[in-house]
């Protein structure tokens, strides 16, 4: 039953990125050359409800669809490690036209060639998950 929650959430978050045009390789383009606010009020918006719904969740102590307690880990903070790695995710970003998201929305959508954006993704993921104990953290 979770699954079918799980995959009409998905379905909806997908119709939802389509017809919000934030799947469009145009819209990201406009973003990047900083020619329209359009992206950049929906991220605005996707990190201010994100940010709301982390504090409701730290504030009441809200659990997981499972019943387990939501835990926050903190990490060790670092400019470097943050500059390096939204340059690396920007490039990406910047040159697939895509981030994870609108990824699968557009294959979704039917949009062929983002299949080769996706196998590359799923191929970067797996070297990381071969690298990561080399990589600075």
């Not at 978050?13 to 389509?18: P, R």
């Not at 880990?73 to 970003?93: C, D, H, P, Q, V």
């Not at 797996?126 to 990561?132: E, N, V």
């Given at each position: 039953m979770r699954t079918i929650i799980y995959l009409f959430i998905g379905i909806l978050?997908?119709?939802?990125?389509?017809k919000s045009e934030?799947?469009?390789w145009f819209r990201i383009y406009e973003m990047f050359k900083f020619e329209s606010f359009h992206m950049y009020g929906i991220i605005g918006t996707a990190l201010a409800v994100g940010l709301v719904v982390v504090q409701l969740i730290k504030r009441y102590k809200i659990n997981s669809f499972?019943?387990?307690?939501?835990?926050?880990?903190?990490?060790?903070?670092?400019?470097?490690?943050?500059?390096?790695?939204?340059?690396?995710?920007?490039?990406?970003?910047?040159l697939a036209g895509a981030c994870p998201g609108p990824m699968f929305t557009l294959a979704g959508a039917g949009y062929a060639p983002i299949l080769v954006v996706i196998v590359a993704s799923l191929l970067g993921t797996?070297?990381?998950?071969?690298?990561?104990d080399q990589l600075p953290h």
């Open positions: 978050f997908g119709i939802t990125m389509f934030a799947a469009s499972y019943g387990e307690p939501i835990i926050f880990m903190s990490k060790e903070r670092s400019i470097a490690r943050y500059l390096i790695g939204g340059i690396i995710f920007g490039l990406g970003w910047a797996f070297l990381y998950g071969l690298l990561k």
